[in-house]
């Protein structure tokens, strides 16, 4: 039978901070399928994210198909926006939710994990954290410091990721991270620069790949998801009429749910996807692939 294991393998995935979106779906596919998960969480967001574990409201997600609770491994704490700690303002190091986490700066996760692990620990690496502090305004009227700290937060953090953690990986390791269309087609209402983000995160996971493959022998792909109701989702303020909109128009007309998500990108991040990098990949129930929506008033409705 082919099954996609990922028995011995350890897993690092970035942006988990509750179990309502993509990296927690993913997290839990890749304990699904045998591997051990590390996690890294955003400073503002670890202590809630630690409570809620702890006070098992997060038991039932939590729940493996075996009937066990998923664990962690380690969680981490991580803003991707610095790529050393000497890089983040000295206020923002003393302030309620950094001054005791220790190193959240990329490179001090990577120390991190190597003090934990050893020197090449890592066989999955996965980018699963956006931020655009302007997405609610128009690109037109976004600034100029809104933008490049969407691209900061939102794509390079990808290029800096995979620069620390390369050398980290074994041969045959796998990167991907969660890109959204409005990277390649207009989509009003996603904005502060962060269609400008999801593109250069699609163009960079191209060039990485190259890159990364040739010197660490490691596959680099994107994911790009269709519209999902998670709390980042949620701060565009659109995404309940994205997610009805897409409901109606893609071929399976279906909401798309995270599970779909996470098996997707636990089966790039696998042996059996070892042919594959580079590429974005659409797990959106096959919007990408229509040219006209089907539920407008001047349009025939076709089986829908
Ligand atoms: N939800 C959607 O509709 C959708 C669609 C396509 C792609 N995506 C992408 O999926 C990925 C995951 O998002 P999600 O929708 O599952 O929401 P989410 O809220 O579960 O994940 C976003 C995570 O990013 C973290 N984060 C924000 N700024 C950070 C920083 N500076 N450093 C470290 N972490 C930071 C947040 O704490 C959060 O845990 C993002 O890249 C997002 O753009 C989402």
Request: with cysteine.
């Amino acid at each position: 039978m082919l099954t996609l294991d990922l028995t011995g393998k350890r897993a690092l995935v970035a942006g988990v901070a509750d179990d309502g979106g993509f990296g927690f779906a993913i997290a839990k596919a890749l304990i699904e399928a045998g591997a051990t998960v590390c996690v890294a969480t955003w400073p503002p967001a670890l202590n809630i994210f630690l409570n809620l574990l702890e006070r098992g409201k997060m038991d039932e997600s939590r729940k493996l198909k075996d009937g066990t609770l998923l664990n962690f491994e380690k969680i981490y704490p991580l803003d991707a926006v610095f790529d050393t700690l000497e890089d983040a303002p000295q206020e923002l190091r003393e302030s309620k939710r950094y001054k005791d986490v220790g190193d959240f700066s990329i490179a001090g996760l990577a120390a991190r994990v190597q003090a934990d692990f050893g020197a090449q620990p890592l066989d999955i690496l996965v980018h699963s954290l956006a931020n655009g502090p302007e997405v609610k305004k128009p690109l037109m009227e976004t600034s100029r410091a809104g933008y490049l700290a969407a691209v900061s937060a939102s794509a390079y953090s990808l290029v800096s990721m995979v620069r620390h953690f390369g050398p980290l990986m074994r041969r045959g390791g796998s990167v991907a991270s969660l890109t959204y269309m409005a990277s390649e087609r207009a989509i009003p209402g996603y904005g502060g620069g962060m269609s400008s983000a999801k593109a250069a995160l699609e163009s960079d996971t191209r060039v990485l790949a190259f890159e990364a493959g040739r010197k660490y022998g490691i596959r680099i792909n994107t994911v790009s998801a269709g519209p999902y109701a998670s709390r980042a989702a949620s701060a565009i303020g659109i995404i309940d009429n994205m997610v009805k909109y897409c409901q109606t128009n893609t071929p399976l007309p279906e909401v798309l749910e995270a599970v779909e998500v996470g098996h997707a990108t636990a089966f790039l991040c696998s042996p059996l996807a070892s042919g594959i990098t580079g590429a974005t990949v659409y797990v959106d129930k096959g919007y990408h692939s229509m040219g006209m929506a089907v539920d407008g008033a001047t349009v025939p409705t076709f089986g829908a």
